[in-house]
């Protein structure tokens, strides 16, 4: 029993029991206890047009709504929360919701800077400053220092086990940017979403159908002949077969990248409601037992979710690298 | 939620976990047969339960 044990104990233990001393806040009187996290999950996993840090310290961000040919700018500040309604130049704005809806029944088109707006270009500086880095860590000599030391192992994975094997040593290097980028994209934001700061970019299915997207555009893109031969007129098989072959495969490339889209939205989504479900339970529960298991358990499944948030960003890459292959991998017919 | 939509649910599960059960099996066998394999078995296995989850997910996410 050395010291360091002994600290352990002493620090899980105070954690376990503070949660008897968990009280909820009944801010609208007479809400059941189930309805109120129910309500208080759905809004931590939408976007917000505020950054709120704790229940003092928060920035609006500015909202930018194009309303019939009208671009109005403001800050959702005049919102304060939701209670009131802005009115600039005629027309009245106000949130319902986390929507933002106008009086009189016009459609705003919404690209304000909402939370996950900022949070990726956060990520973006996060990561420029990062790569810069490691680059510049380069230019002495060939053994990196600093930021190279913690990525070099990294890239060079992925590099070695994921673009050459799949696209090829002739075409590798065209696409080594992006799946690098895709990678340490949603690594670093699957990571962030774990924290309590509140921010869920991926749990936005928005946020993954742009980078499916881009991953449709590349392999439609890069395609050679023998592809889309494979595609329309698969060769090997007898003639009737090609025609049923055809429109299924059509369908199939849509299918993959639309499966990519989904396969990462539903697991970052599926964790976060899960954790903070549990999370919950502490206030149900408010004796002893039942809170301590719960904050357990929701520790537990911290673990686990820091795993899925770096296989979900390597499934994304690998299966993003096999359908680069497939675009652009030379069939040798026999 | 009605009733058929949750017993669905739980046939989704039931599958992806037999079908991630097996290939997990699979992998061990392999493993024990070859401990030199160890690295790309792992690999291999971790993409194909992946792609089993993501069935899964989709069919849970549609209900």
Do not use: C
């Amino acid at each position: 029993m050395n010291i360091k044990t002994i600290i352990f104990t002493i620090v899980i233990s105070v954690f376990s029991s503070l949660n008897v001393l968990a009280e909820q806040h009944m801010s609208d009187g007479d809400k059941d206890i189930k309805t109120e996290i129910k309500e208080t999950i759905a809004h931590h996993l939408m976007d917000s047009h505020d950054f709120v840090l704790t229940h003092d310290l928060s920035f609006p961000l500015p909202i930018i709504l194009y309303t019939d040919g009208n671009l109005d700018i403001f800050s959702s500040a005049n919102f304060h929360h939701g209670t009131t309604s802005h009115t600039v130049n005629g027309r009245t704005y106000s949130l319902d919701h986390g929507h933002i809806v106008e009086a009189s029944g016009l459609h705003p088109v919404d690209f304000s800077i909402t939370k996950n707006v900022t949070f990726i270009m956060i990520v973006f500086l996060i990561m420029l400053v990062m790569f810069t880095r490691m680059a510049k860590s380069y230019k002495k000599n060939a053994l990196p220092s600093g930021m190279g030391r913690l990525l070099e192992p990294i890239v060079l994975y992925i590099r070695d086990d994921i673009a050459i094997p799949n696209i090829g040593e002739k075409h590798y290097k065209k696409y080594m940017s992006y799946l690098l980028t895709v990678f340490f994209f949603i690594w670093i934001i699957n990571l962030f979403g774990l924290t309590p700061l509140g921010v869920n970019v991926t749990n936005n299915i928005a946020v993954t159908f742009s980078l499916a997207l881009i991953t449709y555009v590349l392999t439609t893109v890069s395609a050679n002949k023998s592809y889309w031969g494979h595609i329309f007129w698969m060769p090997g098989v007898p003639v009737p077969m090609k025609f049923i072959l055809a429109p299924i495969e059509l369908l199939g490339t849509i299918i993959k990248p639309f499966s990519l889209m989904i396969r990462l939205y539903a697991n970052i989504t599926a964790g976060h409601v899960v954790l903070m479900s549990i999370l919950g339970m502490i206030f149900i529960f408010k004796g002893w037992v039942g809170s301590s298991l719960s904050f357990g358990l929701a520790f537990a499944l911290s673990l686990l979710e820091l795993l899925v948030a770096a296989l979900q960003a390597y499934i994304f890459t690998m299966l993003s690298a096999l359908y680069f292959g497939a675009a652009v991998e030379d069939y040798h017919h026999e | 939620m009605e009733i058929p939509a949750i017993v669905g649910g739980g046939l989704v599960v039931i599958g992806a976990g037999i079908g991630i059960g097996r290939i997990g099996g699979s992998a061990l066998e392999a493993m024990a047969r070859q401990p030199e394999l160890t690295g790309k078995i792992q690999t291999v296995m971790l993409i194909a339960a992946a792609l089993i989850e993501g069935i899964g997910f989709a069919a849970l996410f549609a209900l």
